[in-house]
């Protein structure tokens, strides 16, 4: 209703807007990612399924679920009218003009399930804080949110993925269940983890609000549940929904006996603790830390030298090494870790329902939370819990603050990923715009509430600026550069780090503290 009122023409207009940024964007730099999808074009098009998961002529092998097989197989069929030397599985590393132009279109107009998806979490967004201004509405600060986000328009169309789509297939899966078409919502959510399994991060949120909303169909009058609205009924169909969704994706691998080879390339954990760069979590800062504790050591002479491997002394950019002196992780460590993490939010969305809102709480909360101790984790993950936060940033003061830490800090720690000195401009911009954007709509939209930041927190977020100058600036003209490489990322990690923990602290705090109101215990 909100939205009808304000008129549609705004949502176009970002939308459009956007979308003809991202053209602009074509000819940027792409990564190694360019090629990933280049080859699994080839491999799905030109092989037999039973060879997609043990086709192994690139390095980058087939290791997304069979939905997103089944998407690459289908926009093959597409490419070859723009240039069939794509499709070849030996024309490594191949990037005609034609296939730069039809992998970066691909992305742009499969973002059209993106931009519907945002318009469906618009319509959700309570309608209290309508301003007669248009500029001011809780709905068009949203839409900017997400449709201009800048991790987002980085990663996708310069970096080069299709997180575009797939979070589109998520927020799509969101706002369902915000409307209450809970089976709608869980079919969606059931086939993006069959396109990308990362998404198995928010599993237990999803799991726990649709056990407690729609498996259960009413509660006490103190907010207790109702053991005897349990429903068989409702408890079938989604099973039914997961087992279906299920058989189509992994039944044909079933049927040829090769599970546990598409299993075995789903889940490599042969790839180390860490990405060759640190995603900004706990694991960065128990990585600094032990590398100050071996320099310590060897200063002191606690250490011996030549017993250190080299390439734990190298700032722990590599795929796997052993730690000097904390306690090596184990992919189970990590496991553990990530279970004791997600297991408070998942409690407060049993034992404290808040609706909806709680749902989102959760969800982002299992997503930080894998973020902060999962294994072999990729920053890209971090957007997972800031496109999510961006629809609780809008409806409360707390969570705005939260949001601003969070969407700043993580985003600038994808600045690594784009270091070519033609984006550095370009990423810059891009930034400040939405960073800019995002602190004074959302001041504007509490404004007659207490500042969404500390002088603490603001300090902090200061400081990425003088950070930033000194890894693009001032240390490529040092010595240092050819020394130490690595010095820019892992500073760049660790800061970063601090920051998205206090975010996921904050969060945790504020959901586990916070009361539940007469009228939430009666919903």
């Given at each position: 209703r909100?939205?009808?009122?304000?008129?549609?023409?705004?949502?176009?207009?970002?939308a459009?807007?956007v979308s003809?940024?991202k053209?602009?964007?074509?000819?940027?730099?792409?990564?190694?990612d360019?090629e990933?999808?280049r080859?699994?074009?080839?491999?799905t098009h030109?092989?037999?399924?039973?060879?997609?998961?043990?086709?192994?002529?690139?390095?980058?092998t087939?290791?997304?679920?069979?939905?997103f097989a089944?998407?690459?197989?289908?926009l093959?069929?597409?490419?070859?009218?723009?240039?069939?030397q794509?499709?070849?599985?030996?024309?490594?590393?191949?990037?005609?003009r034609a296939?730069i132009?039809?992998?970066?279109?691909?992305?742009?107009?499969?973002d059209?399930?993106?931009?519907?998806?945002?318009?469906?979490?618009?319509?959700?967004?309570?309608?209290?804080r309508a301003?007669?201004?248009?500029?001011?509405?809780?709905?068009?600060?949203l839409?900017?949110?997400l449709l201009?986000n800048f991790?987002?328009l980085i990663?996708?169309?310069?970096?080069?993925?299709?997180?575009?789509?797939?979070?589109?297939?998520m927020?799509?899966?969101?706002a369902?269940?915000?409307q209450k078409?809970?089976?709608?919502g869980?079919?969606?959510?059931?086939?993006?983890?069959?396109?990308k399994?990362?998404?198995i991060?928010?599993?237990?949120?999803?799991?726990?609000?649709l056990?407690r909303?729609?498996?259960?169909?009413?509660?006490?009058?103190?907010?207790?549940?109702?053991?005897?609205?349990?429903?068989?009924?409702?408890?079938?169909?989604?099973?039914?929904?997961?087992?279906?969704?299920?058989?189509l994706?992994?039944?044909?691998f079933l049927?040829l006996?090769?599970?546990?080879?598409?299993?075995?390339?789903?889940?490599?954990?042969?790839?180390?603790?860490?990405h060759?760069?640190?995603?900004?979590?706990?694991?960065?800062?128990?990585?600094?830390m032990?590398k100050?504790?071996?320099?310590l050591?060897?200063?002191?002479n606690?250490?011996d030298?030549?017993?250190?491997?080299?390439?734990?002394?190298?700032?722990?950019?590599?795929?796997?090494?052993?730690?000097t002196?904390?306690?090596?992780?184990?992919?189970?460590?990590t496991?553990?870790?990530?279970?004791?993490?997600i297991?408070?939010s998942?409690?407060?969305?049993?034992?404290?329902?808040?609706?909806?809102?709680?749902?989102l709480?959760c969800?982002?909360l299992?997503?930080l939370s894998s973020?902060?101790f999962?294994?072999?984790?990729?920053?890209?993950a971090v957007?997972?819990?800031?496109?999510?936060?961006?629809?609780?940033?809008?409806q409360?003061a707390?969570d705005?603050?939260i949001?601003?830490?969070?969407?700043?800090?993580?985003?600038?720690?994808?600045?690594?990923l784009?270091?070519?000195?033609?984006?550095?401009?370009?990423?810059i911009?891009?930034?400040?715009?939405f960073?800019?954007y995002?602190?004074?709509s959302l001041?504007?939209?509490?404004?007659?509430?207490?500042?969404?930041?500390n002088w603490?927190?603001?300090?902090y977020?200061?400081?990425?600026v003088?950070?930033e100058?000194?890894?693009?600036i001032?240390?490529?003209?040092?010595?240092w550069?050819?020394h130490?490489p690595?010095?820019p990322?892992?500073?760049?990690?660790?800061?970063?780090?601090l920051?998205?923990?206090y975010?996921?602290?904050?969060?945790?705090?504020?959901?586990?503290?916070e009361?539940?109101s007469?009228?939430?215990?009666?919903?």
């Amino acid at each position: 209703r909100a939205m009808a009122a304000g008129g549609r023409g705004w949502f176009r207009a970002l939308a459009l807007g956007v979308s003809f940024l991202k053209c602009l964007l074509i000819p940027a730099y792409y990564s190694t990612d360019f090629e990933v999808h280049r080859n699994w074009l080839a491999i799905t098009h030109s092989l037999p399924l039973s060879q997609w998961y043990y086709e192994a002529t690139s390095e980058w092998t087939l290791d997304y679920p069979p939905f997103f097989a089944w998407f690459e197989y289908a926009l093959s069929h597409i490419a070859k009218y723009f240039d069939p030397q794509m499709l070849v599985v030996e024309n490594l590393n191949y990037a005609s003009r034609a296939t730069i132009f039809f992998q970066r279109l691909s992305v742009i107009l499969t973002d059209t399930l993106f931009i519907y998806a945002v318009h469906e979490c618009c319509r959700c967004i309570n309608g209290k804080r309508a301003a007669k201004d248009i500029l001011e509405k809780p709905t068009f600060i949203l839409a900017v949110l997400l449709l201009w986000n800048f991790g987002l328009l980085i990663v996708d169309h310069i970096h080069f993925q299709y997180n575009g789509f797939l979070f589109g297939l998520m927020l799509l899966s969101v706002a369902r269940l915000c409307q209450k078409r809970y089976l709608e919502g869980a079919l969606l959510f059931a086939v993006l983890l069959h396109f990308k399994h990362i998404y198995i991060y928010v599993a237990p949120a999803y799991g726990i609000y649709l056990l407690r909303s729609y498996c259960f169909t009413a509660n006490n009058a103190d907010g207790s549940l109702k053991w005897r609205s349990f429903s068989f009924l409702h408890v079938t169909l989604l099973g039914l929904i997961v087992c279906l969704v299920s058989a189509l994706s992994l039944g044909p691998f079933l049927v040829l006996g090769q599970l546990p080879q598409v299993i075995s390339r789903l889940f490599p954990f042969k790839r180390g603790l860490c990405h060759a760069y640190w995603a900004p979590n706990f694991w960065a800062l128990y990585n600094a830390m032990d590398k100050a504790l071996t320099i310590l050591g060897l200063k002191c002479n606690f250490l011996d030298g030549t017993e250190i491997p080299k390439a734990s002394m190298t700032g722990g950019l590599v795929q796997e090494f052993q730690h000097t002196v904390l306690p090596s992780v184990t992919p189970l460590a990590t496991l553990i870790c990530t279970f004791i993490a997600i297991l408070p939010s998942v409690f407060c969305l049993w034992f404290k329902p808040q609706g909806p809102r709680g749902f989102l709480q959760c969800l982002v909360l299992c997503a930080l939370s894998s973020f902060m101790f999962g294994w072999h984790v990729h920053e890209k993950a971090v957007l997972l819990a800031i496109l999510p936060l961006s629809l609780l940033s809008v409806q409360r003061a707390k969570d705005a603050g939260i949001y601003l830490i969070l969407a700043t800090t993580g985003h600038f720690s994808l600045f690594p990923l784009l270091f070519t000195p033609p984006e550095l401009p370009i990423k810059i911009l891009l930034m400040l715009l939405f960073t800019v954007y995002s602190f004074s709509s959302l001041k504007s939209l509490f404004r007659r509430e207490k500042p969404l930041l500390n002088w603490l927190e603001t300090i902090y977020l200061i400081q990425l600026v003088p950070l930033e100058i000194f890894c693009e600036i001032i240390f490529p003209l040092t010595p240092w550069k050819r020394h130490f490489p690595f010095v820019p990322l892992l500073l760049t990690s660790v800061y970063c780090a601090l920051g998205i923990t206090y975010a996921w602290l904050k969060l945790y705090i504020s959901v586990l503290t916070e009361r539940t109101s007469v009228r939430q215990k009666a919903e």
